[in-house]
């Protein structure tokens, strides 16, 4: 149960939290981490940022940061944000878990400090990473996020929060700079992914079904813009992808994460009991798409997916993306 649901809207210019002066670190400095670390130092705060590659310290410096290959530069952070691509790096990032070399961050931080999670994991993850913080004297905060890389960049996000309330308080202002909108939860991380995990799931629902729309429309000889709901987009708003019917399917977030989204949410359905076969439909579409080499494309081509699967012509077939 969610038991501070509904959720606390933080008004973002509270000062109460962390002082300017506080250290942060970063780990995860993709296309989603370099935004937020960057809007982070555009604020004047101290961003110690860590990557795995020393190609990346030029551009990161650039941009404010103070970019490292060495983790234990974080150790004497005050708050360590991590926005990585999925679960096993966020375990690997923080307590070393896999691979040579794989100190984990969390190992040497200081007592105290705070990890704070803002990738998409699962909600047992990250009752295990609160854990494992907590044996170590440290705080560990979820701060999942709403909101593509272009959202990122503009602050315009919604951060949905949880964890321990001294700690949750600790981060409200570093999290407020961030986001257009901060709820907090509840004192369970958990609680804060698997809200986040649910709005992935509703989102890539709508998409499919999209999709299908789209397949039906275009079978029956009828140009998709033709159709209001499809063309205005009413159904669901915020989605950059909904709007845009030129076939490029950019990435905000490619079909992987999404899938990771929708396996985190069934799972978490499957072991309360809770049957959701529309949303396993979806999953498969997603592996489908992911099989037939579409795994860079954004989660919008969905509806590319469903357009194969109809069989129809590729008039708007997107020509091949490189990863970015
Ligand atoms: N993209 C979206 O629209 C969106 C929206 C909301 C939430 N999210 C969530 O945000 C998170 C990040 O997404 P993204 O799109 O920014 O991913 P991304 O572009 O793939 O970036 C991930 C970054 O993490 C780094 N990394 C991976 N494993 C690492 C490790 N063990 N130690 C240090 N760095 C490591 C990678 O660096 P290397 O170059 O070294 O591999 C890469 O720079 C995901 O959990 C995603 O689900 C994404």
Redesign the pocket.
Known sequence: MIDTFPPFALDASSTIGLPEQTKIGF????????ALAANLAARGREVIA????PD?IHKLAALGLTPTTD?ADLFDCDVVVS????DD?VL??SFGRTGPG?EGFALGLRRGAIHLS????GTATASHLAREHARHGQGFVAA??????DA?KARQLFIVMAGAPADVERCRVLVGDLAHQTFIVGTDPGHANLI?LLGNMMMATALEMRGDSIALVRKCGLDPKHSPQIGSGTMVGGCAGLHDDSGSYA????LP?AF??LRGALAKAAAAAVPMPSVNAVRDRLIAGIARGNAVLDWTALSLIATQEARIKAAFLPARRKP?
């Open positions: 780990v995860g400095l993709g296309r989603m981490g370099t860590y990557v795995r590659h990346r983790n926005m990585l691509p999925n790096a690997d990032a794989g803002m990738s998409t994991i999942s996020v709403f909101g593509d890389p990122a986040k990435a905000g977030l490619a994460p990771k989204g970015s």
